[in-house]
């Protein structure tokens, strides 16, 4: 089992750049699918991006393009690079990590686009 911690939120100014980074303690961290997700006030959580044990990767049709997920198993360590940020992303993320039954998420971490 794992536990999340996200960190690298932030206020930036629409245009701009920020990188989250979700750090997992315990085993076996290579085995895990890993994604975010994020939601926004009075909405429902959504799925940004996710990355594969194998290192296939994904992500939503509204962050294609501007938003790029990537792991390194070294460091047991996901990270979410948002270029080009605009106020419809400003929301909380969260870290997800799942295998087999098990699904864990981070507490999350505010992003705030403006301004």
């Known amino acids: 089992q794992v536990q999340l911690v996200e960190s690298g939120g932030g206020l930036v100014q629409p245009g701009g750049s920020l990188t989250l980074s979700c750090a997992a303690s315990?085993?076996?961290?290579?085995?895990?699918?890993m994604a975010w997700y994020r939601q926004a006030p009075g909405k429902e959580r959504e799925l940004v991006a996710v990355?594969?044990?194998?290192?296939?990767?994904n992500s939503a049709d509204s962050v294609k393009g501007r938003f790029t997920i990537s792991r390194d198993n070294a460091k047991n360590t996901v990270y979410l690079r948002m270029n080009n940020l605009k106020p419809e992303d400003t929301a909380v993320y969260y870290c997800?990590?799942?295998?087999?039954?098990?699904?864990?998420w981070g507490q999350g971490t505010q992003v705030t686009v403006s301004s």
């Open positions: 997800n990590a799942q295998h087999l039954a098990y699904d864990t």
């Open positions: 315990g085993n076996f961290f290579s085995l895990y699918h």
């Open positions: 990355i594969t044990s194998g290192g296939s990767t």
